[in-house]
């Protein structure tokens, strides 16, 4: 059975900081690997999606990698902002498709 | 603007009470799905839907139920078999499986009273 894990739980930075965020998985046979942001109370934002075959997807100051045979995939922020201190969850579908197995996140803080 | 709107924000259920949390896309997906979120437990998976009158029990149905009678709309309802049904509710919609990027709503709040 597929498992995600996200590691740190909480990561605290001070502005401007480049970070890495890190999340494994357990079965390396996987359609994509998606990334999302969340804010307090609020629902799930997509920031990135790395299909299989590739190894890396960049959007504005985000670089998210991905290598299958290890299990791993990195999401790389780039000068770190007071905006961007939200939980980021990374989620990989099941076998079948059918759902979005999700780690339970890391805990972002950039502070001012 | 092109999205999934998920109506109330919050929601206060009495005890034996049924309540239906509601999930409107515009994406033109034909996927969805209900996830709960617990604190410290991650996003776990209620009911998904792939296509129009059809949907499939998830981790955690016992106590729910759905509907897809249109493309666009899948009702999520919390019956009173649901002995703990304070969470965060969040609904998702895909262009067919979940190997196509998911979008989800702004999620609703749903207590017991």
């Known amino acids: 059975k597929q498992e995600v894990t996200q590691i740190p739980a909480a990561l605290s930075v001070p502005e401007g900081e480049n970070l890495v965020l890190n999340c494994s998985f357990t079965?390396?046979?996987?359609?994509?690997l998606q990334w999302f942001r969340q804010d307090p109370g609020k629902g799930l934002t997509s920031l990135l999606l790395i299909q299989s075959s590739q190894r890396e997807q960049t959007s504005g100051r985000l670089n998210a990698s991905l290598d299958k045979s290890s299990g791993r995939s990195t999401l790389y922020i780039a000068a770190s902002q007071p905006g961007d201190s939200a939980t980021y969850l990374c989620a990989v579908p099941n076998q079948a498709g059918t759902a979005l197995i999700f780690g339970k996140g890391t805990t972002l803080s950039v502070s001012s | 603007d092109g999205g999934i709107t998920q109506s109330p924000k919050y929601l206060f259920r009495k005890e034996g009470q049924n309540v239906t949390l509601s999930c409107e896309q515009n994406l033109n997906h034909d996927a969805m799905y209900w996830y709960r979120q617990d604190p410290g437990q991650g996003l776990r998976l209620i009911y998904y839907s792939q296509i129009v009158n059809d949907f499939q029990k998830g981790d955690i149905a016992e106590g729910y139920s759905v509907s897809r009678e249109k493309k666009e709309s899948f009702p999520l309802t919390v019956t009173s078999a649901q002995k703990n049904p304070t969470a965060f509710y969040l609904c998702?919609?895909?262009?067919?499986?979940?190997?196509?990027?998911?979008?989800f709503g702004q999620g609703t709040r749903l207590t017991v009273v």
């Open positions: 998702a919609s895909s262009e067919q499986r979940f190997n196509t990027e998911a979008f």
């Open positions: 079965d390396s046979a996987i359609y994509n």
